[in-house]
């Protein structure tokens, strides 16, 4: 064979060969992104069962170290706002607001102001430091935007240009991997990012939720994040509680989540003229109020419920008035405008009103803790196939499947017809807000220049 055809063989291979990795290049980057998200949500939530763990231990040292939370909560409080506003702007609150805004807006700096590796890097140390306070928030919330600003990053490395499908897929990832629940992290990118099915974004998705759950599983093995259920209605009265946890729960949700948007846009009117300063003192106010509830609690109300939560689900009754404290303790650390989540607290408010509705009706404890935590979640996220996925994937009761269904539902037009607005759509409109002015105050700029 001639030696120039030879070589115009071997150059045509290469090119095929580059111009093949040049196709795979944006494939192979949004897969680590994937990967990414799972072994950094593990390792948030052993981060944040350290925090817990050393506060407990910090607390319970001494005679009267169980005080120590008058001093240790305003002061952290007060340094994890005074760092969210200062070093990690828009870092606050749950993050999946700042998710649910940024796949609204068109422009990519719009959106790095609200999803970026530095503002995820701030999330989970300052999600920790709360935690460390004791804070009643949650880390799963907080995953949802450490994902969706991996993800974005993907989009900028690889030149990807499906930057809210990306957001969408790194928003489900953190969900998946952050709960071990990969089918509730799909459901929750269709009803409660979304609010719409989006076929183009479906593969994204799913891929996404695959890796970063083979991620977390490599890490942290398989298991249930309440452990193994096997509950369901035996008679009359636990059928009833069907119908008390869907409209109770439903109830209490939405005044929790529209007392969240009232008092939220009254705190921001009231900040507007010192914000820095205002929200740093009402931050410590918060933590003091929290301080006071978790001594009077015994210390239940610190952190994120979690072991309360699955001490319910296992069938041990929690005190009748567990879930007022936790639900004033949780949107006291809301309010103060810390980074945390609502949604471990959240299930361990709905397992303690469970819980005190199981033990005045004499039911099973372990039900009504069960379907609490489904009537509560899907009042407050108004997401009621998320709900019903989410603590299916979770308790793994398939007995109780019908039941789990209807609360679902019931909580979710309950606190529909009582809060028109869901909860995370409606703090995700003061973010859009923020970056629409903030655009148009860069464009008056340019147009004077």
């Known amino acids: 064979m001639p030696l120039p055809y030879r070589n115009s063989r071997l150059l045509r291979r290469s090119r095929v060969i580059w111009g093949s990795f040049s196709?795979?290049?944006?494939?192979l980057v949004f897969w680590c992104g994937a990967l990414a998200i799972g072994l950094v949500s593990v390792g948030f939530a052993r981060l944040a069962d350290l925090a817990q763990k050393a506060f407990a231990g910090l607390t319970a040292s001494s005679e009267w170290s169980f005080l120590l939370p008058l001093i240790v909560s305003p002061l952290g409080f007060m340094a994890s706002a005074w760092l969210a506003a200062t070093l990690f702007p828009n870092s606050q609150g749950s993050g999946i607001p700042q998710a649910i805004a940024a796949r609204h807006l068109r422009h990519e700096e719009d959106r790095a102001r609200l999803l970026s590796l530095r503002i995820a890097a701030g999330k989970i140390a300052l999600t920790v430091l709360g935690l460390f306070c004791g804070a009643s928030i949650g880390r799963e919330g907080p995953t949802v935007q450490v994902g969706a600003s991996i993800m974005l990053a993907v989009a900028r490395l690889s030149g990807m240009a499906q930057a809210r499908g990306l957001i969408l897929a790194g928003s489900a990832a953190g969900i998946a991997a952050a709960f071990n629940t990969p089918l509730a992290g799909i459901v929750f990118a269709i009803e409660e990012m979304s609010r719409t099915y989006e076929s183009r974004a479906n593969g994204l998705v799913l891929t996404a939720v695959i890796l970063s759950g083979?991620?977390?599983l490599g890490l942290a093995g398989?298991?249930?994040?309440?452990g193994e259920a096997s509950v369901a209605p035996a008679g009359l009265s636990d059928w009833g509680l069907v119908l008390v946890c869907g409209i109770g729960g439903g109830a209490l949700g939405a005044a929790f989540s529209g007392s969240a948007l009232h008092f939220g846009q009254r705190i921001r009117r009231w900040a507007q003229p010192q914000p820095l300063s205002r929200m740093v003192a009402l931050a410590g106010i918060c933590g003091l109020a929290v301080a006071a509830i978790g001594i009077v609690s015994?210390?239940?109300t610190f952190g994120t419920g979690y072991e309360q939560a699955r001490g319910a689900v296992e069938g041990?009754?929690?005190?009748?008035?567990?879930?007022v404290e936790k639900l004033a303790a949780g949107f006291l650390s809301m309010l103060s405008g810390i980074p945390g989540g609502i949604f471990a607290p959240s299930l361990a408010v709905g397992a303690g009103f469970g819980s005190t509705v199981g033990s005045l009706l004499g039911t099973s404890i372990a039900l009504a803790a069960i379907l609490g935590m489904?009537?509560?979640f899907s009042g407050v996220v108004q997401a009621p196939m998320t709900a019903f996925v989410i603590i299916l994937e979770m308790t793994g009761d398939h007995q109780a499947v019908i039941p789990i269904m209807a609360v679902a539902m019931l909580g979710y037009i309950t606190s529909r017809i009582l809060s028109r607005e869901p909860l995370y759509h409606g703090l995700s409109r003061v973010f859009i807000a923020a970056a629409v002015r903030a655009r148009r105050a860069v464009e008056r700029e340019e147009a004077s220049a």
Not at 23 to 27: A, D, G, Y
Not at 222 to 226: E, G, P, T
């Open 23 to 27: 196709l795979w290049r944006p494939r």
């Open 214 to 216: 083979l991620a977390a």
């Open 222 to 226: 398989s298991y249930n994040y309440f």
């Open 298 to 300: 015994g210390g239940t």
């Open 316 to 323: 041990n009754a929690l005190p009748l008035h567990f879930f």
């Open 374 to 376: 489904t009537g509560y």
